[in-house]
């Protein structure tokens, strides 16, 4: 595998159009686990949204050049891109966006907008705010440089109760001036992640265990949950490419366990950083979600 | 001492400020692990957890032993439960720290320092959970632990910086955001006094509000956004962004959507990223540079002599 020195002479010292050609060669080889951030760009993450009738998810988009450019003119245009649970595209809505302004949509809006039947009510978005043009003159145009999006996407319990997740991961790079959409991990691997969430089952009336997949390779996900006498269950999905899962947990599917400070574990991760959300349902109605 | 190892103080190892927040009547409660989260690094083992309280105004108060975490465990520590004769009606911090048994039982104390290796002393992404809930009602909780060094003085260099932003808060009739600021250091004896102003933006990028606040060392503070942006609360959701910054601290911020409709009171919560995760710069150290760039244009746009009081 090449190394991360190797990596950094090659994106200092090597023109950018062979230094492609070499990475793809080296991709193609399996040498190589990273992509070339040699241009200037937007690394962006893959989120889960729900609309299914009851929840709903809201985007509160922040223009976040404004924050590190105050002095800019950083008003900018957006692509958001909505995807199925099994990473298939359902539509693109542009959008533009002012100088320290938000853009707010519900995604149950969106849907509607693009016409778009989903039956299983979730999937994953993506989000691309352009560079503003006087960033991007800013920018030293000798040198790389990159902006890593990590969002925050809310959810609304049918009384609009919010709650908010942050992105964790990468998943597209999206180079200025174009539009193609260049996946961050060529392949997926099988990482472990333990929860320090103690579960007690008991307070909820569902319990979903989130995970998306964030690259090209189809995976085959495992949850499982363990009691203080070390009793486990565990359940597997396989999981497309770009796709995401709900493993949902609640009293019957935990039934002979000892429902406190139960423990989560989850194998098979195809990124690195793909933890699960939790996303906690009461028998109140109220709903909160974090990331592990 | 070897090159390759560092002194670390035992409570500094792993390590969670906690805001407890008495003022918006909720409970806290954290859950500890005794594993990697990441996997790999450290086999589980057992761990004591440990509880340090700060008044209200930052000053150290007491310690006490949370309790055992045995290996490949979880636990739940109810906090409030233990901090009930502890400033019962105002906000202050608490540390939660978790320390391996196999240090404690050399016959060492909390306070003391060990001597580890990088690989030894790698403890990175042990994050507590902290968990807020109205006293019966739905929990919202949060995973995060002490950046490493935060806030500690070095010389001939300026001290650490803050550039905080969200697009989390909301208003309407029932639901209230809540920013809980906090100000902590790994250095007891930390006594730099931090400024910190911030800004409201509408939808629409207009600014609705601004304000400065000045933090003591060990202390926290919430913004109440319904206090603090003067509009009249609808049913529709209102959204707003926050952009807060300090030349003088690291200040860590949790977000808390609040939910008071009777009967369904509800707590979110989540913590924001450092500034300097957004940027992925061919130089890593220009990350900070920027950082530096956009505190002094915001300071610039928004030049402030007096304090407001908090």
Redesign the interface.
Known sequence: MIGPEAISVLKRYVPQGLSQGIQSTLQRFGMWDQPLLTERGVINDLYYWVADGHLDTLLPLQNYFSVFFPDLKTETRGTLFLYSCHGQKIGEIPFTLGANALYRLRVSDALQRLGAKVPEGYGTLLCDLHIPEEVLRFLNPKEPFYFWDRFYIGYLSPENQPCFVHGVDKTYILHSGRRELVPFYPTGKGYTWLPEIPVNIELYRRLWVILINRTRTSRRLTLTVSDRQDACRSWSHQIPPFGVHRFELDRTHTRGLDPEEMRLKVEGIPSRWGRPILFKQFPSGAISAMHC | MNEQTKKVTLLNLISTPVPVLNSLGLETSV???S??????RHPSETYQGYLTIYSPEGTFVDRLLLGEIPP?????FRVSRLLQNYFPQRDHLVVVHRIPQRFLSAGRLPEDTVELSPVEGDYGMF???VQYSFPG???????YETPSGLNTRRPGRPPSNT?T????I?L?K??NSYLALLYYSVDPAFDLTARYQFHL?A?????VASGLREFRPFTVQLIDSKETIPIDPV???A???F?GYSSDGILIPL?L?L?T?K???????????P?Q???????PQDKQK??VR?VQ??K??FPTEAPVPA
């Open positions: 859950g500890l692990s594993e990697d989260p990441v996997g790999g490949h465990r979880r636990r739940l994050r507590t959970l009602g739905a929990n919202g909780s949060v995973i550039l932003f969200t697009s989390k909301l309407s029932t639901v933006f939808e629409e990028g207009q600014r049913d529709r959701l959204c707003f962004s952009v977000i959507n939910d409709d009967g369904r009171e509800a707590v979110a919560v989540e913590h924001t990223h500034a995760s957004y940027t992925y710069p061919f130089r920027l950082k956009a244009q915001w610039a746009l």
